[in-house]
């Protein structure tokens, strides 16, 4: 064992290297100068075509104040919430780096573990934001030799001036005029503390939110917001830099909301949705951690996916519609607060390459093109038919969770459902389904109107509610649902109650996402993200760049099938979407209204392009306490507005312009699929005596779910989708010459009524989000 004089000194002589590495260190470290701040750099965004978009040379929003200009509440909040030994520390403080570890152990609100020395050198002297030792190595040392050798004052200043509040503000004066449109000396103590809070993170603490952060809402963000605000008043009041009882007045008077998210000027009309777009989609796909800060500092190349022709083509479009039939002095109860959204992806790769996000993002702050909270009404029907081919509808007999070879997978011109006018909604087994108050559902179609026994293609084509919303508890909502995702709708954006109307579009995704999950269907089942932002450099070193591979959601028999269908919605005269016709190409789409006559939607595509068109009415003004969305019944001159009508005229004219000059291309001819089904009370015919040449040799002993019986008059009491098995085998897919339009023969059943759209009141309530009749085009039919 080695003597104490030995340890003692083997100890002293490592405490005394320490400290002469230290000295070494601190003698070493340059202070640098603050003259070589990062400057704020443009960063600069291109069209697909490589020319430039726009150089965000303002990006950087900052105006550097001195300390009299400061509001002493400001100094005060941010030394009580960051730094509470700020003018006694020495530039570091141990103690404070123990305590926010302590408390952030607890789950308390801290404070920051380094000093406003130390947050000042990094931001102002170092511009280096990464986590590596030899930075936190240079940072401490910097911070010890600037503390003895600049004024306290001038610390606090350079501090505030150059931390970032978020909303692209630099600086404290940029902060007080973004979220309160004042001079930062007209701050007071309570707006202080709410812009003290912002230093922990603007993203998590801004009371507006931060898009493309899920974790980041609104609600979330105001609430963390709140509770900072009243902690860091309470400790400026512990702090004696604050009275309590001006405390409590605040308090009393409630959280100091910050205006609305504005945007400047220059990113006005469509460019700032779209710089916009971009960024969220590269701050939230890069693998190197790039932050918003650090976009912000500028300096990037950021090569979107947008084309400048088919935007500038776009907005022209919904311009001319909007100018011709929207007139809110003529009509100010139905015609103000109207609002368009639009967007288009390219098939087989995902870009997005046009947007419509609102006719001026300087004005209107939200992006139609991406959430809004709009319903998609019947445009959802497609997902319904999907899941139907691909999971089957489950059989009576059997339990609610049922195996792939249990469950009967349809053909879309082989599966006939009832299309009556308020249909008793009933569950897979045939038991009436109720809601929680046991209320039955009563379907209803758009204007009350009956139809015969429908085909799921003459359904999806005058959209008839009855059929999808009772094939959708034959499915089971949540393979419904599954379709919807793997077609690339966001789960979030999915309604997630397990009702009927689910099937009618009471989710919210959106126009974005609508047209990219459609555009699976025209790749023929593959599946691709949709992507603004292409590839991104520095110096002209590539830092980002975009990589996916497809996804097979569907295979393409059901998606050429779906495709097909939906085709039939365009070409047919009773097609609810024969307005969106483009001569001498092929289309395929559906349209959409939904309840209250509150949203209406084209969604449709051609082999090379999809687009989604949404129209609602919604007040702009982010304070109004009523911003709902509004009925539209009587907007542009009309009764009601359906997908029929301005939306999908709206597609139709820009889909005719944006491919114009492309090659024209043909849909793959879709493969046979699926059963014969007939559900939701639909009656299947007689037998014939013997199958039609067309028919092949009739199986001898078909599947219960292939049979076709005459109906049992005395139906059991459960009323099960499915008809009773026939008492002797017959041809499982007869084709007398009477029924041969259950055979895909053109000659088919007329509807009692004219296509049309519907409503729905959800879960319980007679109705559903639904279509709109094929005749209400406002330019007299298709191609305008």
């Not at 009393?252 to 989609?281: C, M, R, S, W």
């Not at 295979?555 to 099938?561: F, G, H, K, T, V």
């Not at 008809?723 to 088919?748: F, H, L, R, V």
Request: proline share 7%; aromatic share 8%.
């Amino acid at each position: 064992m080695p003597s104490w004089k030995l340890t003692s000194t083997l100890c002293i002589g490592f405490l005394g290297s320490l400290m002469a590495a230290a000295a070494l260190a601190y003698a070493w470290v340059q202070v640098p100068d603050p003259d070589r701040l990062a400057e704020a750099e443009n960063n600069v965004y291109y069209w697909d075509d490589g020319s430039q978009m726009i150089a965000t040379g303002g990006e950087v929003n900052r105006q550097n104040i001195s300390i009299s200009q400061i509001p002493k509440d400001m100094q005060n909040a941010v030394i009580s919430a960051e730094n509470k030994t700020f003018w006694k520390d020495s530039g570091v403080d141990p103690r404070g780096i123990t305590r926010a570890l302590f408390n952030m152990a607890r789950g308390q609100e801290t404070q920051s573990g380094s000093t406003i020395t130390q947050q000042y050198v990094k931001n102002a002297r170092l511009n280096d934001q990464s986590q590596t030792l030899s930075r936190k190595f240079k940072e401490l040392f910097i911070s010890i030799k600037i503390d003895n050798t600049v004024d306290k004052d001038e610390i606090l200043t350079g501090y505030l001036n150059s931390s970032y509040y978020g909303r692209n503000a630099y600086g404290i004066q940029a902060a007080a005029r973004t979220y309160y449109g004042k001079d930062a000396q007209r701050l007071n103590a309570s707006e202080c503390a709410v812009l003290a809070s912002l230093l922990k993170g603007a993203t998590w603490y801004d009371p507006a939110g931060t898009p493309g952060h899920p974790l980041a809402t609104k609600e979330a963000n105001t609430k963390r917001a709140e509770k900072r605000w009243r902690w860091i008043l309470d400790e400026m009041v512990k702090d004696k830099y604050l009275d309590a009882a001006e405390r409590d007045k605040f308090v009393e008077a409630g959280f100091p909301t910050p205006d609305p998210l504005k945007k400047g000027a220059k990113l006005g009309g469509q460019i700032g949705y779209l710089v916009d777009l971009a960024k969220e989609n590269f701050l939230n796909n890069n693998d190197r951690g790039i932050d918003e800060p650090q976009l912000a500092q500028g300096g990037y190349e950021i090569h979107t996916t947008f084309n400048k022709e088919k935007i500038q083509k776009l907005e022209k479009t919904i311009a001319k519609v909007r100018k011709e039939n929207i007139d809110p002095k003529k009509r100010p109860e139905t015609d103000t607060h109207v609002q368009f959204g639009g967007a288009s992806v390219e098939v087989g790769t995902g870009k997005i390459v046009a947007i419509y996000g609102g006719e001026d993002a300087t004005k209107h702050y939200t992006n139609n093109a991406d959430t809004t909270g709009a319903q998609v009404g019947s445009t959802f029907k497609p997902f319904v038919l999907a899941a139907a081919m691909r999971d089957g509808v489950r059989d009576p007999a059997l339990g609610p969770v049922q195996t792939a070879d249990q469950r009967t997978l349809v053909n879309p011109d082989k599966t006939v459902y009832n299309g009556a006018n308020k249909l008793r909604i009933k569950r897979y087994d045939g038991e009436v389904w109720r809601n929680e108050e046991g209320k039955e559902l009563l379907q209803v179609n758009d204007n009350d109107n009956d139809y015969d026994d429908l085909t799921l293609r003459e359904a999806m084509v005058v959209s008839a509610n009855s059929p999808f919303v009772q094939l959708g508890m034959d499915i089971g909502i949540s393979k419904v649902r599954e379709a919807a995702e793997d077609a690339g709708l966001r789960k979030g954006s999915l309604d997630k109650a397990d009702v009927p109307s689910f099937s009618l579009g009471i989710s919210t995704p959106s126009a974005i996402r609508m047209a990219s999950a459609y555009s699976t269907f025209a790749a023929s089942g593959e599946q691709r993200d949709p992507y603004s932002v292409q590839t991104v450099k520095k110096r002209g070193v590539t830092i980002y760049e975009h990589k996916s591979k497809p996804v097979a959601a569907f295979s393409p028999e059901i998606a050429d099938n779906v495709t097909d269908v939906l085709r039939d919605v365009v070409d047919e005269d009773n097609g609810t979407g024969k307005n969106a016709r483009i001569p001498g190409r092929q289309v395929a789409g559906k349209t959409g209204t939904t309840d209250g006559n509150k949203q209406a939607w084209f969604v449709g595509y051609t082999p090379q392009l999809s687009t989604a068109i949404d129209m609602y009415r919604m007040d702009d003004n982010e304070k109004s306490t009523d911003r709902g969305f509004q009925e539209m019944f009587g907007t542009g001159g009309k009764a009601k507005i359906h997908g029929s009508s301005f939306p999908s005229e709206i597609w139709q004219r820009y889909m005719a312009e944006a491919l114009e000059g492309e090659p024209v291309k043909k849909f793959p001819k879709p493969r046979p699929i699926g059963e014969t089904v007939y559900g939701g009370g639909a009656v299947s015919p007689e037998p014939t005596p013997s199958p039609t040449a067309s028919e092949s040799t009739p199986d001898p002993t078909p599947s219960a779910t292939e049979s076709e019986s005459t109906p049992d008059p005395t139906p059991s009491a459960t009323e099960s989708s499915e008809p009773p098995a026939s008492p002797s085998p017959t041809a499982s897919e007869s084709c007398a010459p009477w029924d041969q339009w259950q055979c895909g023969n053109p000659t088919s059943p007329s509807p009692t009524a004219s296509a049309s759209d519907s409503t729905n009141g959800g879960p319980g309530n007679p109705g559903g989000p639904g279509e709109e009749s094929g005749t209400d085009g406002f330019w007299g039919g298709p191609g305008g």
